[in-house]
């Protein structure tokens, strides 16, 4: 068995492997035994035609495919092993020899990691993010945890209107035909969410329970049933019950019974600091992308097409995997986006360039900076992931293949590499905004009373109620 490595331009390289006579014996000896039970010949039974016989019927020839087959599986990944190439794609394979009595030859055209030549990666300049947290925020977070701990209430003196839990019956017919999948009974509709056909919600507003009445709308032109897009249809519909949203008051009582907090106001600052929290990690993921990006516009590397292919695939059966988890068939996804796998995997291709740029350039600067990696920060990323799969950390790691613990380091130092990026990069000042101009307003006239207060510099006796702020507003306002 020998090797022969032939680096070729834009880091590829072509590996020859031969493999000795006898390997090839041996291999025909297995191709043999694989098809035997397929064999039928006259005067012997199936699978009982000796390998000459066959040779002899149908030539040697029969078996190399087979044979080549065996050959090949069994000596690339050794012969890979002993290379001192960091081979990046799956190897373009081709019999360059095959013939009994002699060496198999075999050649396979492989993409190898590039050399990545860093330009400036220190002191970059990148845009820091706002993290300033606005009451408005706040208060919409508190409003999504107002909608979690809500409560229905049947509604019997008003007709129905948005934002109502309606209970219906609802019957669909298509030219006074019922249509398959029209049809149901005491389905919860909440109005104006849009669940339903646009139109059909609308009509059940203003009617009360125990109304019967005809819903008249028309299917979307891109409906997902062709056999009902862009056509009439009349529900027969009734409504059985309105149920209205209550939501609990804004108060200590709610803070306590949603959080560890006993008041609203330390509830409030919690929900802030969280907030808060949130929007720089936000903001350093942002800071770190657009630094990237930077850092591989000043590099030079080469990026061969077969390591480009190889991520796309991966990204590609990536996004089928969680397609499929969201219960999405991926041909399905690509009928509704209007594409085709080949559509789909041109788009993918850049986003697969930017990946593995990105994993250059980081591993690139870990090495220019010595980056390594402790064994404090390698077990606390074993406990995190361990955690993930609600494993034991030492279970986990013995599920890991010696190959998977050394690229969990290299991940770490990668992560370590993009953080140093903001550590030695600059946030950009941001410039101050140009103050417009007040527009001058008429002055208006003062009352008498009004400017004997201001010139004595006196305050008015009373002040206007809309001025007043007790102690539960001041919450409210914080």
Same mark, same amino acid.
């Given at each position: *068995?020998?090797? #022969?490595?032939?680096?070729? %331009?834009?880091?590829?390289?072509?590996?020859?492997?031969? &493999?000795?006579? $006898?390997?090839?014996?041996?291999?025909?000896?297995?191709?043999?035994?694989?098809?035997?039970?397929?064999?039928?010949?006259?005067?012997?039974?199936?699978?009982?035609?000796?390998?000459? *016989?066959?040779? #002899?019927?149908?030539?040697? %020839?029969?078996?190399?495919?087979?044979?080549?087959?065996? &050959?090949?599986? $069994?000596?690339?990944?050794?012969?890979?092993?002993?290379?001192d190439l960091e081979i990046v794609s799956m190897p373009e394979i081709d019999v360059e020899q095959i013939e009994r009595g002699k060496s198999f030859i075999y050649t396979a055209l492989v993409a190898t990691k590039p050399?990545?030549?860093?330009?400036?990666?220190k002191g970059l300049e990148y845009t820091p993010a706002d993290v300033k947290v606005t009451k408005a925020e706040v208060d919409a977070d508190l409003e999504r945890t107002r909608e979690l701990n809500s409560r229905q209430v049947p509604v019997e003196d008003r007709p129905a209107q948005l934002g109502d839990i309606c209970n219906i019956d609802y019957d669909g017919y298509l030219d006074g035909k019922r249509f398959d999948g029209g049809k149901d009974e005491g389905f919860n509709l909440t109005l104006g969410s849009q669940t339903f056909i646009p139109g059909f919600e609308d009509q059940i507003v203003g009617h009360n329970p125990g109304d019967e009445f005809d819903v008249n709308v028309t299917f979307p032109e891109q409906y997902q049933a062709e056999h009902l897009a862009g056509k009439p249809a009349v529900f027969k519909c009734k409504l059985n019950e309105i149920k209205a949203k209550e939501l609990p008051e804004l108060d200590d009582e709610f803070a306590s019974e949603?959080?560890?907090?006993?008041?609203?106001?330390?509830?409030?600052?919690?929900?802030?600091?969280?907030?808060?929290?949130r929007k720089k990690e936000e903001a350093r993921s942002a800071a770190k992308e657009e630094l990237v990006a930077k850092v591989i516009e000043n590099a030079k590397m080469i990026v061969p097409t077969p390591m480009i292919q190889a991520q796309a695939e991966n990204t590609a059966q990536d996004f089928k995997m969680r397609m499929e988890y969201q219960g999405l068939p991926f041909d399905q996804y690509l009928a509704m986006v209007g594409q085709t796998e080949a559509d789909f995997m041109k788009e993918v291709e850049p986003v697969a360039l930017k990946t593995i740029q990105t994993r250059l350039v980081l591993e690139a600067i870990?090495?220019?900076?010595?980056?390594?990696?402790?064994?404090?920060?390698?077990?606390?990323?074993?406990?995190?992931?361990?955690?993930?799969?609600?494993?034991?950390?030492?279970?986990?790691?013995?599920?890991?293949a010696p190959e998977e613990h050394e690229g969990l380091k290299r991940d770490i130092a990668v992560n370590k590499a993009s953080e140093l990026l903001v550590d030695l990069g600059v946030a950009a000042e941001k410039k101050p905004e140009e103050e417009k101009p007040a527009e001058k307003k008429p002055a208006a006239k003062k009352k008498p009373a009004e400017k004997k207060a201001e010139d004595t510099e006196e305050k008015p006796a009373k002040k206007p109620a809309a001025k007043k702020t007790t102690k539960k507003a001041a919450e409210e306002k914080e």
């Open positions: *068995m020998s090797l #022969k490595v032939e680096k070729l %331009e834009g880091n590829m390289a072509k590996l020859t492997i031969e &493999l000795g006579a $006898d390997k090839l014996e041996e291999a025909i000896t297995r191709a043999y035994h694989k098809v035997k039970n397929q064999v039928s010949l006259p005067g012997f039974r199936k699978g009982k035609v000796p390998q000459k *016989m066959i040779e #002899k019927q149908f030539g040697v %020839e029969v078996f190399y495919e087979d044979a080549a087959n065996f &050959l090949i599986n $069994d000596s690339y990944r050794d012969e890979v092993a002993d290379c050399e990545v030549e860093l330009g400036q990666y949603v959080s560890e907090f006993d008041t609203l106001k330390e509830y409030k600052a919690s929900i802030k600091k969280r907030i808060e929290e870990a090495k220019a900076e010595n980056i390594e990696v402790s064994d404090e920060e390698y077990e606390a990323e074993i406990k995190r992931m361990a955690e993930a799969y609600q494993m034991d950390p030492a279970k986990f790691k013995e599920f890991m």
